[in-house]
């Protein structure tokens, strides 16, 4: 099986929907990537697994801790 640049996709902020500068191919796998947005400034644990993004921990917007 040959996978060309078209069948590459933009990884979705997950928060903001915007395009970050990450590529995916589908058979790319990715577990616990720190997905950084340069749009929202917000890095977010993901998951990848043929182009489905599954989120294992969204940014806090405060402090939790204490
Ligand atoms: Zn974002």
Request: aromatic share 8%.
């Amino acid at each position: 099986m040959k996978i060309g640049f078209d069948d590459m996709e933009w990884i979705l902020c997950p928060i903001c929907k915007n395009k970050t500068r990450i590529k995916i191919r589908e058979d790319t796998r990715l577990s616990n990537f720190p997905l950084y947005c340069p749009k929202c400034k917000q890095e977010c644990l993901i998951e990848i697994n043929k182009f489905k993004i599954t989120i294992i921990k969204e940014p806090d917007a405060k402090t939790q801790s204490r």
